[in-house]
């Protein structure tokens, strides 16, 4: 469970980007993070990876935190988290075995373990055949399926998700969004945040509204009222 109590995050520079946050994320949701730009989305989601450290407030995961995590404990925190980007990030000189394989050999996993978790996650993104490609070769609906892949190759508990298909179009976009949606009912607590309202209305799951570094709404599905 993610409880964030009173979280304001300033950068030094004029107003906070987000202000004095307040929120519980349980295990197993599936949440939608919307907002115009620079209204603190990915601010955000850089404190839930703990890449930034809060200016006040807490935010503890699973009893734990963050704040008071060193480097070992943070490592350790960033088992549970799988994190997939608008830009794909996959290394271009590895095949798409090799750049989820990597993220096993990162955690020390067996060479067995490493086969087996690698072709269990390409399977479940329906790439099995494309184990064998350099991310060059692959549409960006596939890269971004191997991301996914590889957030999920260490069975996180949780999986955020930062404009996940801002480079891809609209059919695209309903494939990694139906593949987060599967995750999820697999048991994965997932954080998305997106522009892309259309499948937000759609998908019916909360929603969190960021207006200038403030919550405005916390909804779910179909009582949402505002575009933002
Ligand atoms: N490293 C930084 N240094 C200074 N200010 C920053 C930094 N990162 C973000 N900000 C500011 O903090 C505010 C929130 O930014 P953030 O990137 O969290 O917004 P966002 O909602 O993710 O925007 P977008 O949708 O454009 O990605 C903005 O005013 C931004 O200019």
Known sequence: ?????????????????????????????????????????????????????????????????????KSRGTAKYRRKVGVVFQDFRLLQDRD?????????????????????????????VGLSEKYRSNPSELSGGEQQRVALARALVNKPQYILADEPTGNLDPENSWEIMKLLEKINEQGTTVIVVTHNMEIVKAMNKRVITMKKGVKVEDSKGEEQTDEY
């Not at 946050?21 to 993070?33: A, C, K, P, Q, S």
């Not at 989601?45 to 200016?55: G, R």
Request: aromatic letters at 6%; glycine letters at 10%.
């Open 96 to 124: 798409v075995y090799s750049n989820i394989a990597f993220a096993q050999r990162v955690i020390g996993a067996s060479p067995r373990e490493i086969k087996k978790n690698v072709a269990r996650v390409l399977s479940l």
């Open 1 to 69: 469970m993610i409880k964030i109590e009173g979280v304001s995050k300033s950068y030094g520079n004029g107003a906070p980007a987000l202000s004095n946050l307040n929120l519980e994320i349980e295990e197993g949701e599936f949440v939608f993070v919307v907002g115009a730009s620079g209204s603190g989305k990915s601010t955000f989601i850089k404190l839930l990876l703990k890449e930034l450290n809060p200016t006040e407030g807490t935010i503890v995961v699973d009893d734990v935190n963050l704040s008071k995590l």
